[in-house]
């Protein structure tokens, strides 16, 4: 079946514009993150969506970053005003739900402020 | 808060030489224990996982075993292929219930 995807899988932009990055979890998966992966680093939690509950937020770094997730579909992570220290490939995730359950992972959508 | 700290890299080793990746962790709780690979231009994928304390999680020739008294999770293989090389991490999933990961190990494998 279909894995995660995720959309543009490269985006190059210009400091001070935003951008808006797609992820389209697998059907069925109630849970859907969001990571960022800068050069020669580890994956850093940005938020996460499980079911209807309300997010968890506590990973993004600023009130630039924002994500909305329509029910159990497609989820949008914004960047508003982009800086330079943005530029990061940005990982989103779904599992059946939160916790223990595997996470799969999409592509990724690399992100270069220029 | 939690925090996985795994060996650095890179680590370059001959085919079939044995192979360590260490991993350690703070958490609080009980948390599960996971490694995850991605191999060159892939995506990230899970290894293999562990979410109690003795427990070995195993796949591909990996083993890890979850040490609750070293707060550890090293990763083992006896024998390394070519194909082996990749970048490894290890995380963990606390009370948060999100993944926090280390910051990877490259690993190559000469033939």
């Known amino acids: 079946g279909a894995g995660v995807s995720q959309s543009p899988s490269n985006k190059v932009t210009e400091k001070g514009k935003d951008v808006e990055l797609r992820c389209d979890p697998i059907?069925?998966?109630?849970?859907l993150y969001w990571y960022r992966q800068r050069l020669g680093q580890g994956l850093e939690f940005l938020i996460y969506?499980?079911?209807?509950?309300?997010?968890?937020k506590s990973g993004l770094p600023s009130d630039r970053f924002s994500a909305e997730r329509t029910g159990e579909s497609v989820s949008t992570l914004t960047i508003q005003r982009t800086q330079q220290e943005d530029s990061a490939v940005y990982l989103c995730?779904?599992?059946?739900?939160?916790?223990?359950?595997?996470?799969?992972f999409g592509p990724g959508t690399r992100l270069t402020v220029t | 808060g939690d925090s996985v700290t795994q060996m650095e890299g890179p680590v370059t080793l001959s085919e079939e030489a044995f192979l360590t990746i260490n991993c350690t962790y703070t958490a609080t709780g009980y948390p599960s224990l996971f490694w995850y690979v991605q191999y060159p231009g892939e995506g990230l994928q899970l290894l293999l996982k562990a979410t109690k304390a003795d427990d070995k999680g195993s796949n591909k020739g990996f083993e890890a075993t979850y040490r609750k008294e070293t707060t550890s999770f090293h990763l083992e293989k006896g024998s390394v292929q070519v194909s082996d090389s990749a970048v490894y991490f290890c995380a963990l999933s606390g009370r948060a219930q999100k993944l926090v990961f280390g910051q990877g190990t490259r690993l190559t494998i000469n033939p």
């Open positions: 969506f499980q079911g209807n509950s309300a997010p968890d």
């Open positions: 995730a779904s599992s059946l739900a939160k916790g223990a359950y595997e996470q799969y």
């Open positions: 059907s069925g998966h109630t849970a």
